[in-house]
C-alpha cells in the first residue's frame, strides 16, 4: 500500500453547501405562493381602508395597518397559498368581529383578534426557536469536528499526537457520517414538530388559506430536509471511507473490514443515489405542477368566452350548439395561468438544477466509492503477480467489493504465509542438500530432481577429519559427542562456505567439501580452516578440555555429482576416483604427520601457486590406486613460527629428499637430523629421520623406486 498524502479534514462545505441546496429547493416554493397569492394579500391588507371612491391614496395607510400586516406574515411564516376566495357560507361577521367592508363586497379577518394574538406570540416563540436550533446545530457541529481538524492538521504537518486525541478519533471517525447528519436531522425535526404543533392547533392558523399554505410549504420543506441531511451523510461517509481511514487506522485493522459485521449491498447504495438524484426532487417538481393549477369551480361564475379561454381550442370540435356558460361539466376542470406557467417553469427548473447538482456529487461519490477500491485491489494483484507478498489493499467499503477486498487480503497473508513456509522447507533442505547441486544438474527447485540425475564436472575435494577423535569420544556420553561435533562444524561450515565452496556430507567428525570456481578456493579454505581451528582450541582451553588436531587432504578431477538412491530414498552426492584419492591424501596426513597436503593435479591447478609456501613430501601409492602419487605439503596451515621455520629450511628439505629417493639413507639422515635440530617441530622430518633408520637398519628390496605404498585408508 502506498503512503498517500494526509488531506485535509473539511466540515464547513460538507454542512454548508446542502444547506444551500435545501434555500434552493425551499426558496422558489416561498416566491411561487408570494407571488401567487399577491392579490389576496393585496385585498386583505393593503386596500381594506379603501373607501368606494377614489380619493384615498397609498399615504392613508396607517402605522397600525402596516404593523398589523406584519404580524399576519409573521404568523403565516410568509408561506402563500394559491388565489382561493372565501367560503360563500363564510360571512363577514363570522371570520372576525374587526373585519371591514372592501369594495369588492369580501369581509377579510383581520385586527387583533384572540387568534391573531396567539398566532403572533407564537410566531415570535417559534422565530426565536428557530434561530437558536439553526445556531446550536451549527456550534454543536463544529464542535464535534474540531479533534478530527485538529488530529489531520497536526499529522499533515508532521507535529505530536497526543494519545488521547488519537483514540478519540480511531472511536468516533467511523461515526462522523451518522452524527454530522444527525445534528441537522435533529434541528430540522425540531422545527417541523414545531410546524406540525402549529398546523395541528387551530388556534395557531385559523385562517384556511394560511393553513393550506402552511401544509405546503412543510411538505417541500420536509422533502428538501431529508435531502439535506441524507447529502451530508453521504459525503461525509465518501470523505471518511475514500480519505481518511488509512492515516488513523493500522495497517492490520484495514486488511479487514471494520464497518461492522454484516455486509452491505452496492445495490441499496444505487437505490438511494437513484431516489434522491431522481425521486425525490421529481416529487418537488410534482408538487411545483400541483400548486399552479387551479380549479374552474374556484372562479366563481364565468362568462362563456372566459371559458373558451380556459378550455382551448377543444371547444372548436363540440359544435355550435355546444352551451360553455354554467356548464357544471367543466367546473372539475383545472387550468393554468400564463402568471402560473412561468412560475411553474421557474420552479421545475430549480428541482431539475438541484436534481442535477445532485446527480454530479453522487456519480462523483459512487464512481470513487467503487472505483478506486477497484483499481487498488487490481494494482494490489498485480503487484502480488509480480512476487510482492508483503502487499494489501484497504477494505474502504462495507459492500461486496469490500467483502472481495478483505478476501484478497485473506488470501495474501496465506499465501505469504504458504511461501514463507516453503521458503523455510527449501532452506532446510538446502541444509541437507546444498543449492549447488540444483545449479550443477540445471534444476530450479528440489521437486525437479529426479532419481538418476547426474552431471560431470571438475572440482576441488576437500576432506577434513579431527586426529584422534575416537579416543576423545571414549571419554564422553553421546549427548557430549553431538555437542562436540555441532560445535566443532559450527566453526568450520562457514570457512568452507565462505571461500565459495559447499559441504557435500558430514561423515562422524569428517567433513567432505567441494570447490567448483577455482583451485585456490579449496586450498584458501583448508588453510582458514586450521586458523579457525587454533580458535576453536582456545575456547577448548578455557572450557578445561584438551586441544585437539585434524589433517586436510585436497585432490582435483573429474567427477560424477548426482542422485543416488531409491524412490523411498534419495540423495545427492559425488562419485569418482578423485573423491577417493583425497580421502587418502588426508589420511596421509596422520602418517606423515602434517596438517594439509595436496595432490599434484591440485598444485599445477592454481591460478596463483606464487601465493602459498608448499614443499614437496613424497611419492606415495594409496590404497585403491595403481598409480603413484606426487604429494605436497601446504606449508600455510602451520603455526607461524613453525611455518616459518619450515620456509627456512625448505631448500635443505628438498635436498634431503633427493637424497632419500637416491638411496642414500645416511647423508639423507643426515640432513633430516640438521633439520629437526633447526626446527623440532618439523615433524614431516622427523618422520624422515626414523625412515632412514628404519632403511639402514633392515635394509630395502632390490626393487625399491622411492614410492611408498600404504594399503591403510
Not at 152 to 177: A, E
Not at 185 to 197: C, D, E, P, R, T
Request: some cysteine; overall charge neutral; glycine content about 6%.
Amino acid at each position: 500500500m502506498a503512503k498517500s498524502r494526509v488531506p485535509k479534514y473539511r466540515i464547513g462545505r460538507v454542512f454548508l453547501f446542502p444547506i444551500l441546496l435545501y434555500f434552493m429547493l425551499v426558496f422558489p416554493m416561498l416566491v411561487f405562493m408570494l407571488l401567487k397569492s399577491f392579490p389576496q394579500l393585496t385585498e386583505k391588507g393593503v386596500f381594506r381602508n379603501m373607501q368606494e371612491t377614489d380619493s384615498l391614496n397609498v399615504s392613508q395607510l396607517t402605522a397600525d395597518t402596516l404593523a398589523l400586516e406584519a404580524e399576519a406574515f409573521s404568523a403565516q411564516k410568509k408561506i402563500y397559498d394559491r388565489d382561493i376566495p372565501p367560503d360563500d357560507n363564510i360571512s363577514a361577521e363570522a371570520v372576525s368581529p374587526n373585519s371591514e367592508k372592501m369594495s369588492g363586497g369580501i369581509n377579510i379577518q383581520v385586527g387583533n383578534s384572540p387568534g391573531n394574538n396567539t398566532s403572533s406570540a407564537f410566531s415570535d416563540t417559534f422565530s426565536s426557536l428557530f434561530r437558536i436550533v439553526i445556531l446550536f446545530s451549527t456550534i454543536a457541529g463544529f464542535a464535534i469536528n474540531i479533534p478530527f481538524r485538529r488530529y489531520f492538521n497536526r499529522k499533515r504537518k508532521g507535529r505530536r499526537i497526543s494519545p488521547k486525541l488519537y483514540r478519540h478519533c480511531r472511536r468516533f471517525l467511523l461515526y462522523t457520517p451518522l452524527i454530522n447528519s444527525g445534528i441537522v436531522l435533529l434541528a430540522f425535526s425540531i422545527v417541523h414538530g414545531l410546524m406540525i404543533y402549529q398546523l395541528q392547533t387551530p388556534e395557531m392558523l385559523n385562517d384556511p388559506i394560511s393553513r393550506r399554505m402552511f401544509s405546503n410549504y412543510l411538505f417541500i420543506s420536509l422533502v428538501a430536509s431529508l435531502l439535506t441531511v441524507l447529502f451530508i451523510y453521504f459525503w461525509q461517509k465518501h470523505r471518511v471511507h475514500i480519505k481518511y481511514i488509512e492515516h488513523i487506522y493500522t495497517r492490520e485493522e484495514l486488511q479487514k473490514r471494520i464497518f461492522g459485521k454484516n455486509p452491505g449491498k452496492i445495490r441499496n447504495r444505487l437505490y438511494i443515489a437513484s431516489a434522491m438524484t431522481t425521486l425525490l426532487p421529481l416529487a418537488i417538481v410534482l408538487l411545483y405542477l400541483i400548486l399552479s393549477l387551479t380549479p374552474i369551480r374556484e372562479m366563481g361564475e364565468v362568462s362563456a368566452s372566459e371559458m373558451r379561454i380556459m378550455l382551448g381550442r377543444l371547444v372548436d370540435f363540440m359544435g355550435p350548439d355546444f352551451e360553455l356558460q354554467n356548464n357544471e361539466d367543466f367546473k372539475g376542470f383545472y387550468y393554468i395561468s400564463a402568471l402560473d406557467n412561468a412560475l411553474m417553469f421557474i420552479g421545475i427548473f430549480s428541482g431539475i438544477l438541484v436534481s442535477f447538482i445532485y446527480i454530479l456529487f453522487f456519480v462523483n461519490w459512487s464512481t470513487a466509492d467503487i472505483v478506486r477500491p477497484v483499481n487498488e485491489l487490481v494494482n494490489s494483484m498485480q503487484k502480488t503477480g509480480e512476487g510482492m507478498l508483503d502487499n494489501f489493499t484497504i477494505v474502504r467499503t462495507n459492500d461486496e467489493i469490500g467483502v472481495m477486498s478483505e478476501g484478497y487480503n485473506q488470501m495474501t497473508s496465506r499465501l505469504r504465509e504458504y511461501i514463507f513456509r516453503i521458503s523455510r522447507m527449501n532452506e532446510a533442505y538446502s541444509r541437507f542438500v546444498p543449492n549447488q547441486f540444483l545449479e550443477f544438474l540445471g534444476k530450479q527447485d528440489f521437486v525437479d530432481i529426479q532419481l538418476g540425475d547426474q552431471v560431470q564436472k571438475e572440482m576441488s575435494v576437500l576432506f577434513s577429519d579431527i586426529r584422534g577423535f575416537t579416543e576423545i569420544s571414549e571419554e564422553m556420553s553421546p549427548k557430549e559427542n553431538f555437542d562436540f561435533i555441532n560445535h566443532y562444524l559450527g566453526y568450520m561450515e562457514p570457512v568452507i562456505r565462505q571461500n565459495n565452496g559447499f559441504i557435500d556430507k558430514f561423515i562422524g567428525d569428517s567433513i567432505m567439501a567441494l570447490f567448483h570456481d577455482k583451485v585456490d578456493d579449496a586450498i584458501d579454505a583448508a588453510i582458514e580452516m586450521r586458523q579457525t581451528l587454533a580458535r576453536f582450541n582456545l575456547d577448548r582451553i578455557d572450557q578445561g578440555k584438551p586441544t585437539i588436531d585434524s589433517g586436510i587432504g585436497i585432490h582435483t578431477g573429474n567427477l560424477m555429482l548426482g542422485v543416488v538412491g531409491g524412490e523411498g530414498r534419495m540423495d545427492g552426492t559425488v562419485i569418482s576416483d578423485a573423491v577417493n584419492l583425497a580421502s587418502r591424501l588426508e589420511g596421509l596426513t596422520k602418517i606423515y604427520h602434517t596438517s594439509i597436503i595436496i595432490s599434484e593435479d591440485t598444485l599445477i591447478k592454481l591460478e596463483n601457486p606464487g601465493k602459498y609456501n608448499f614443499r614437496f613430501l613424497d611419492v606415495a601409492r594409496v590404497k585403491g590406486k595403481k598409480e603413484a602419487v606426487y604429494v605436497f605439503e601446504v606449508l600455510d596451515g602451520d603455526p607461524e613460527e613453525v611455518k616459518t621455520l619450515k620456509i627456512e629450511t625448505k631448500s635443505l628439505f628438498g635436498k634431503g629428499i633427493d637424497l632419500y629417493k637416491n638411496k642414500k639413507f645416511e647423508e639423507a639422515l643426515k640432513v633430516f637430523s640438521e633439520i629437526v635440530k633447526i626446527n623440532q617441530q618439523d615433524s614431516v622430518a622427523a618422520f624422515y629421520v626414523n625412515r632412514c633408520r628404519t632403511n639402514i637398519q633392515k635394509g630395502i628390496s632390490d626393487d625399491w623406486s622411492g614410492i611408498e605404498v600404504y594399503d591403510a585408508k
